[in-house]
C-alpha cells in the first residue's frame, strides 16, 4: 500500500479501536480480559503504523519526489461485498448463534471473493469454528452465543 493509504488506515484503526477500547470500561474485567488485550495490541499496532506512514509521506515531501497514488482500494466491489456480508452476520449472531451464523458467513463470503473450490470452502469453514471452539470454550471455557435450535431443544428442559 502507499505511505497514503497506509495513513488513512491508521487513523481508522486507531480511532476504532480507541472508541471499543474505551466502551470495554463498564465491562467486568475477566469478561473483557481477551478483547481488551487484542483491542490494546490492535492500537498499538495502529499507533505504530500512522508514525511510520507519516515519516515516509514526510520523506517523500522532503525529496520531492512524485508518485503516482492508486486507488484507496485495490477492488472496490469486494470491498463492499465483505462490509455488507459483515454486517449481515453482525446481525444474525445473536438470532442463530455463534456457530450457525459464522459458517454461513464463511460459506457465502468465500466464493463471494472468487474462491470457487467447495473442498477449501469448507476447510476453511470448519476449520475456523473448529478454532473458535477450542480457544473460547474448551481453552478459555467461555460459552458463545447460543445457537438457535438449542433454544428450540431445551424448551422443556429444566436445567436453563
Known amino acids: 500500500m502507499s505511505p497514503r493509504q497506509d495513513f488513512i488506515t491508521s487513523i481508522v484503526l486507531f480511532v476504532l479501536t480507541g472508541a471499543l477500547l474505551l466502551s470495554f470500561r463498564d465491562t467486568p474485567d475477566r469478561a473483557a480480559m481477551v478483547p481488551r488485550a487484542t483491542l490494546n495490541v490492535m492500537w498499538f499496532l495502529s499507533s505504530a503504523l500512522l508514525v511510520r506512514s507519516a515519516a515516509r509521506i514526510g520523506a517523500a515531501r522532503k525529496s520531492g519526489a512524485r508518485t503516482v497514488e492508486p486507488s484507496f482500494f485495490l477492488n472496490s466491489r469486494l ?15 445473536g438470532p442463530l448463534g455463534f456457530y450457525t451464523a459464522s459458517a454461513a458467513f464463511l460459506a457465502s463470503l468465500i466464493p463471494l471473493l472468487g474462491f470457487r473450490r467447495p473442498l477449501v470452502v469448507a476447510l476453511v469453514t470448519i476449520g475456523f469454528l473448529l478454532g473458535f471452539w477450542i480457544i473460547f470454550e474448551v481453552i478459555f471455557g467461555r460459552v458463545l452465543p447460543r445457537e438457535f435450535f438449542e433454544a428450540a431443544l431445551s424448551v422443556g428442559s429444566s436445567d436453563v
Request: aromatic share 26%; glycine share 0%; hydrophobic share 80%.
Open 79 to 93: 470491498f463492499f461485498i465483505t462490509v455488507i456480508t459483515f454486517v449481515v452476520y453482525a446481525a444474525l449472531i
